[in-house]
């Protein structure tokens, strides 16, 4: 889906045109992929989860050495401001930070760092109105002592690009990649979750997993449910035998699996534990019940038409 420009993009403390958020070509990221970025919704009633990507921001830029000059709370309040000022949602909501123009060679240090948020409308990120096709990638996962994955670096997307062409390329909606030692870890751009006997298993962070928000929320709304949680690692053959099993993400949102390597998913429906945590996940992020987690940050802007129900 082709970007919808909106007015302005946060730059540096500073609203600037959309048009002139641009970068020179001898940027250190362009050559070494040196960013660090955040993806987050904004519902009707207010962003998802904005302390918590934030500091994930944070969290990432740290793990690179990079030194942002700004507090949790001054970037939290230029997502508001941003939102506010562009008067769209729902929206996605992209901050990145990355090293800019300064030396060429590997080392960073020296390139200094720019940050930038922008925020667009945005739909729905895996295919599949039934539930999505997937596959087990011939890709692995990033090694542990490789790139760090619970970075939210620009380069580990790299990996889920050849995850995501190979799925796309072969009539699957998204691939899931494995771990190096071959446990299940996720997908290219979501968590996973498989259902079996009642119980809801996902892969742990030590299986070269992005620490997903919206994976720490359906958690927390599986515990509130009552719903038995497994974290452990996980073999493949496990979607095989699931009797439901689901992506979340904050594109993904909470997307069930139809089928894994044309192998059906129970029946191929979405099951009742899925249609559970799916149904309180929407029904708090659209402000149908309260946000009891206060996981929302209000906003002011002319509400739009609700996503993803
Ligand atoms: C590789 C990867 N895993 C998992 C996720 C889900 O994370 P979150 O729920 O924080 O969006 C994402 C999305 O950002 C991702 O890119």
Redesign the pocket.
């Known amino acids: 889906m082709p970007i919808q420009p909106t007015k302005n993009i946060w730059h540096n403390g500073q609203m600037v045109p959309w048009d002139q958020a641009q970068i020179h070509v001898m940027s250190h990221v362009v050559h070494y992929g040196s960013s660090v970025f955040e993806?987050l919704r904004c519902y009707v009633p207010g962003i998802f989860r904005l302390q918590d990507h934030m500091q994930r921001l944070l969290d990432s830029a740290k793990i690179y050495r990079m030194v942002l000059p700004y507090s949790l709370e001054e970037l939290c309040s230029a997502v508001v401001d941003l939102v506010e000022a562009n008067g769209v949602a729902p929206c996605y909501i992209r901050p990145i930070a990355f090293r800019g123009y300064g030396e060429i060679g590997v080392n960073p240090l020296r390139s200094p760092m720019e940050i930038y948020i922008a925020n667009f409308p945005w739909g729905k990120y895996v295919p599949g109105n039934d539930g999505a096709d997937v596959c087990v990638s011939s890709w692995a996962r990033l090694a542990p002592n490789t790139m760090p994955s619970l970075a939210?670096a620009g380069a580990n997307y790299m990996n889920?690009q050849l995850i995501r062409m190979e799925a796309e390329i072969n009539g699957y909606s998204e691939g899931i990649a494995l771990d190096v030692n071959g446990y299940l870890s996720?997908?290219?751009?979501?968590?996973l979750f498989i259902v079996r006997g009642g119980i809801v298993y996902t892969t742990p962070l030590a299986n070269s997993?992005?620490n997903?928000?919206?994976?720490s929320s359906v958690l927390a709304i599986a515990k509130s449910l009552g719903i038995t949680i497994v974290e452990q690692p996980l073999p493949r053959e496990m979607l095989y035998i699931a009797d439901e099993a689901f992506f979340?993400?904050?594109?993904a949102e909470v997307t069930h699996l139809r089928s894994v390597d044309r192998i059906l998913v129970g029946d191929g429906s979405m099951g009742p534990i899925t249609k559970a945590i799916y149904d309180e996940f929407f029904s708090i992020v659209n402000g149908k019940k309260p946000d009891t987690y206060g996981w929302l940050t209000p906003v002011k802007v002319a509400a739009a038409e609700p996503v993803g129900v």
Not at 186 to 191: A, D, K, L, P
Not at 212 to 215: E, L, S
């Open positions: 993806g939210k889920s996720e997908g290219s751009g979501e968590n997993v992005l997903g928000i919206t994976r979340t993400g904050t594109a």
